[in-house]
Nanobody
Framework: QVQVVESGGGLVQAGGSLRLSCAVS????????MGWHRQAPGKQRELVAG???????NYADSVKGRFTVSRDNAKNTVYLQMNSLKPEDTAVYYC??????WGQGTQVTVSS
């Protein structure tokens, strides 16, 4: 049984920062990629940032220069450092593993 657990969401003022964590446990033969996605009310889920286990990263244009994704392979954990947050970043943030397993999400709310 694979478990994906996000943490670190919360309420922050515009311009503030948050750091999300995503911990993976269970039996996975190989983790190739992990991603952070978000879904705001009334909108489709979108990819925010992804990281391959070799370290290659990609970001949505809307977060480039503000968000940084990183990983700790030994801990099967991925982080999303979010700086200069904007109200439009408000969403539920989800973590994915190999595009197959998903966490339950963590709420990020940015007040203006």
């Amino acid at each position: 049984q694979v478990q994906v657990v996000e943490s670190g969401g919360g309420l922050v003022q515009a311009g503030g920062s948050l750091r999300l964590s995503c911990a993976v446990s269970g039996i996975i033969l190989r983790i190739n990629a992990m991603g952070w996605h978000r879904q705001a009310p009334g909108k489709q889920r979108e990819l925010v940032a992804g990281i391959l286990w070799g370290g290659t990263t990609n970001y949505a244009d809307s977060v480039k220069g503000r968000f940084t994704v990183s990983r700790d392979n030994a801990k099967n954990t991925v982080y999303l450092q979010m700086n200069s947050l904007k109200p439009e970043d408000t969403a539920v943030y989800y973590c994915s593993v190999n595009g197959r397993w998903w966490g339950q999400g963590t709420q990020v709310t940015v007040s203006s």
